[in-house]
């Protein structure tokens, strides 16, 4: 299953060129995103990350360490685990980046799904596009000042994925090292 927001797309090759790395072990499969900015011809290309079937500790420290995540319109999941994974609101959210804002559940729905697998896969192809415009979550908290609200959200989804049995930085006691590194991030992010 590919999931895509209003303004996403994907190239016709998407899924004949994704699905092959879906083993029955592998979480989900990710692409590179080309994001296009209104009246720039020109896109930039993102996630340049290891290519390959890789184990899910390399993706959760990645996720755990960003300020902000990946999002689902790059990436092939089943059905079964967003139906699972995909929940509708991230516990304990409030505020502007609260229940209905779209904040932190794509972040989870990652998250989430290396519970159940030992490893996802990522392909360094561009095949996934983003418009960043006026009215998108990340252009609009970063033209509004709102960046440090918005990290400050998806930290609680990080919080929530941490608080699950079965999560990889909780299992490796990573959780206190990790808190350190965000709050750096978080800090940063307010600058």
Known sequence: ????????????NFIEKTLPLLRAD????????????PGNPNGRLLLRHPAG???????????????????PGCALFRRRDVLKNLLPEVPGARGRYGPNSGVGEDLLLFLLATLDYPYYAHLPEGL????????????????????????GAYELAKDYYLSQP?????????????????????SHAHR
């Open 128 to 151: 996934a596009h983003f418009l960043a415009h006026p009215s998108s979550i990340t252009t609009k908290a970063g033209q509004s000042g709102w960046m440090g609200e918005l990290v």
């Open 1 to 12: 299953m590919q999931l895509n927001f209003d303004d996403d797309w994907v190239e016709p």
């Open 166 to 186: 079965g999560s990889i930085a909780r299992a490796r006691g990573l959780g206190g090292w990790l808190g350190k590194t965000r709050w750096k991030l978080t």
């Open 26 to 37: 592998v979480g989900f499969v990710y692409t590179r995103t080309w994001v296009h900015e």
């Open 53 to 71: 079937i890789r184990p899910v500790a390399q993706v959760v420290q990645f996720l755990l360490r960003a300020c902000l995540p990946i999002s």
